[in-house]
């Protein structure tokens, strides 16, 4: 049994007031979800107010980044050590933004994810294909290459704690979201190559879907077999529209109401 993940991007929004006055609207909304888990990555400053408004409620919080690097001479890096300090339990590694504008490359993910892992700090890793990929027909090999490479230094005794993201990145911010089949065919993908290298834990392991996920869309998307969740940037940024989002099992129309 996979316990849904329902995780808010936040990306490079929302400073201190903002962010508490959204966990204030969400939380009283959440207070009775069950069975879900629900975590907020909001920017790093918002971080340690947070640790305080979700203590009590369902609320998770995760680092948007980490360093690899345990401690030292790594001008703007971050640790495990210090998100755990300020009350996460979750962390992105490898968004397609980090890896397309921040040079991050499959390596320094695995570094990140195992230094993670190591740290008891969940891995949300990231992978997906550009437009020009999949137009190529070339889906499989590069999320099969990203999957192998990211998570490399992963130990599979502990895979379970990880969640893989697949987010297709011609539908991250575009509005043009992967439909059930397309999303479904690369969850599936991706599960039978971790159960191929990791063995059966892979059934254990949560693939979350990102990408223009919206309250119209996530019913059908969360009816796919190895569909575990989503990944929402856009449409997390309002509390009643990710509220809808974490009510997935409602069918479309009545999710906002
Ligand atoms: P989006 O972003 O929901 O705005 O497409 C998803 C993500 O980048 O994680």
Redesign the pocket.
């Known amino acids: 049994m996979r316990i849904p993940l329902i995780?808010a991007?936040w990306?490079l929004h929302k400073d201190v007031g903002e962010a508490l006055h959204f966990v204030e609207e969400l939380a009283p909304r959440v207070a009775d979800v069950e069975g879900t888990d629900v975590v907020i990555a909001p920017p790093f400053t918002a971080l340690e107010p947070l640790k305080g408004a979700v203590a009590g409620t369902p609320l998770k919080l995760a680092g948007q980044n980490v360093s690899p690097e345990l401690q030292g001479a790594f001008t703007g890096e971050i640790s495990v050590q210090m998100l755990l300090d300020v009350g996460c339990s979750y962390v992105?590694v490898g968004?397609?933004?980090r890896r397309t504008l921040f040079g991050e490359t499959s390596e320094l993910v695995a570094q990140k994810a195992a230094a993670s892992q190591q740290g008891g700090l969940r891995p949300i890793v990231?992978v997906g294909e550009s437009l020009e990929e999949r137009a190529g027909g070339r889906t499989f090999a590069v999320v099969g290459e990203q999957v192998e490479r990211s998570l490399a230094r992963i130990e599979p005794a502990q895979a379970d704690q990880l969640v893989l993201?697949y987010?297709p990145v011609w539908?991250?911010?575009?509005?043009h979201?992967a439909t059930p089949e397309q999303a479904q065919e690369v969850h599936g993908f991706i599960r039978e190559q971790l159960r191929k290298s990791i063995g059966e834990v892979a059934g254990r392991i949560r693939i979350i879907y990102?990408?223009?996920?919206?309250p119209e869309n996530i019913f059908v998307l969360m009816e796919q077999p190895d569909i575990d969740g989503?990944?929402?940037?856009?449409?997390?940024l309002d509390p009643a529209s990710f509220f809808a989002i974490i009510r997935f099992d409602r069918p479309p129309g009545e999710a906002t109401a």
């Open positions: 995780a991007n990306k992105i968004h397609s933004e990231c993201a987010e539908a991250i911010g575009t509005g979201n990102g990408g223009s996920v919206k989503a990944l929402v940037g856009g449409a997390s």
